[in-house]
């Protein structure tokens, strides 16, 4: 087929312009290497995320306009000539741009996608604005580094049940930050085993215990059974120590049985729910607070995979965006948050997409986890700006000479010696 | 913490021995490029995916020895330079291990994942295998590239409803290939200009319609009154051309609501669903076949972020197999398929992932999108082997000089006038 046939119609259907209304679309921005002309391709992108189509012999003409993806700006930045993805052309209308002779353009795109196309569904959305992106063929890289959301689309999500302010209420603890231990061994213990590994932490002063990721409903410990041990656990220790503390329990498994798990959760008198939203599907965490009335802890099983490779997939405030409008009361911040080799600034939006501004949206708690010691508490304080974090530690709790229960209380002490030295 | 404390303990608790019993296990193969000793660097993989801790003072030996992955072999291939993910370093055991001076070890490792972990769930297999590695900061890049399941652990999994055989007998088609447009424009249309192209193409020769993975249930084209008008349609149609049409259905949503659309569905007899397990969860496909016994599409949005680059994520064989063994009766292809720019190797891998023997699991029909000709016919069946395989088209249908029924049309006349000419 010739290009007159297949080049790309109707291009106007794919361009922002004032008499659109800026409220009908959220918009996404991107990074992005092509080899094709940045115009073709943004609007190549805008087209294959919205309608593909827009003609068709014999019909009239459709009225598509309120339904189409609209680039607003297209900025090249540079070029690069490092294959990212491999290179692949089709037949299709998006191709017939014209190509750079060698290598990429390094282009910050911006599209305004239609909230008519995925109105209150946050699985559509993600299709929306990502899908078939990366399908394309002269994209030779892509990241998604910020959707922005118009407030009145905001006010469809309740978003954290409880928030910062919520979390502190429901587990009585002022200003500082929250201990909490994953189960480890992660895999192969006993449900009694368990439970006396979490008392000795709770003892010593952790405030929260949470089953790890990989801590599953099976023979050796069944979730039934588990959840009720845990949470009678959890009440002989507020009883001995007069201080609240809470199980958050993993749910996270197949689409049916999460749901069943959460029932059995919520009856038991759990305190919270693990979900891990990028194997379990972007719409769990907000059914499950729905559901369940309880806070939920996203997991970040699989998330690095999106966000970890600096040009390609998802930036990491993206992702802590959309599990704080999905819901999330506490969202797992980067494996290398509050270490020396992230960058302040990548930090700081990781921050801002939990704290800031959104809408009527509760802020969500971030949650540090891997190789946290009582020695960084100051280290977390001074990057987070305040003790509104969640701290998850194992490493330098088990490896306290004089035990875990030692372990945890070191933490608890570490801060109250930070305080006083102010 | 001294590295004495921190070091990993128990190795052997991580390395596979003959007394393990091999189909108590999967096996996980993967591509690591690591700047860490290359067996440390399987051990940490084998330990963070499994136990993570393995023993706790003031606690007497956890018996984990039947719920630890396994290291079952680490081939180095070479080494490189260049940085594909940042690096970072924490302070766990894992990390203490000895660095390279410079660049990354490129090693094959093989890892042993015990079935007790996650049992018949896929959501928690890919969790396993998968979960965290990328967390892992001396990890350059991680691509499973493939995982073998033994033939006892697939008796849990019924896999496709239909398959290959069962979608044949289904829609009535014997040895071709099955032509399908998918609903474009994929946004805006009414129902009526839905039904109306879709009628056309029917005519004209095709075999099925699908919805849009961005048609979804909105304002301006409900899903109820949609597949209820599109089934209406099919029957017409069939009672015009006496060939048997089929309809699937798009269920994409958040995961209550497409329990509810899958509901609507099936009362209103559509022919198939369509479901996107990147961003619904690994475990959706099975669950929605099981709960409406209709055949599944197993569309790829956000499929390529996993599989596209070629040293990082998921290879795409293992994605196609995964699909299958979760009951995907129809799988999207990657996008270079059957194209000049993929190599022949990885097609034949896909096509494996689709056909070949995986204990009593029905064959999935491997589906082919994106600018594909009638021209192109040949060349396609001769890459699959045989007509078993399901093509969408619209590009070359909706450009046919005479309209979408000619287009269609002329797919069906350039298949037989390929099977006269052999």
Redesign the interface.
Known sequence: ?GTE??SIKDKSLFLWNDSLKINDYIIANYYVETSLDPEFTAIAIAME??????L????KK???????ARVISVEVMGESEEI??????????V?TGNYKDKGFYNCLIKIAF?I????R????L???V???I????FINTTRIIDIDFPENYLENFKGPLYGIKGIRDRFKIEKRPIFVRST??????KTK?MV??AR?VLRGGFDGVKD???T?D???SSFKERVKKMVDMIKRVEDDTGEKKFYIANI???????LKLAEIAVKAGVDGLLI?PA??????V??ISKLTGLPVLSH???V???T???K???KENVWLKIQRISGADMIMLP??FA?E??DRELEIECLSACFSKLGKIFPSFPVLA????PEGLRDYLKRIGSGDFILIA???V????????EGARRFREAWKEMEKGK
């Open positions: 087929m046939i297949l995320q919205s309608a593909t189509t827009t068709l012999k014999g019909f459709f009225n598509l306009s309120d339904s189409t990212i993805l491999p290179q692949y052309r089709l037949k299709t209308a191709y239609p008519a196309n995925f109105e569904s946050l699985t559509n993600w299709n929306a990502g899908g078939e990366t399908r394309m063929g480890r061994p992660a895999v192969g213990l085993e006396e590994i000795r790890d990721e990989l599953v099976n023979s050796i996270i498994d197949d689409p049916i049985k999460t891990a194997i379990q599907g972007l719409g769990m907000r059914e970040n099983s699989w690095e995979f999106l970890r490779h600096p390609f997939g998802v494996g290398n270490t080799f992230i891997g190789g946290k010691t194992a490493t330098a088990d490896s306290h000479p004089d035990g875990i229960e």
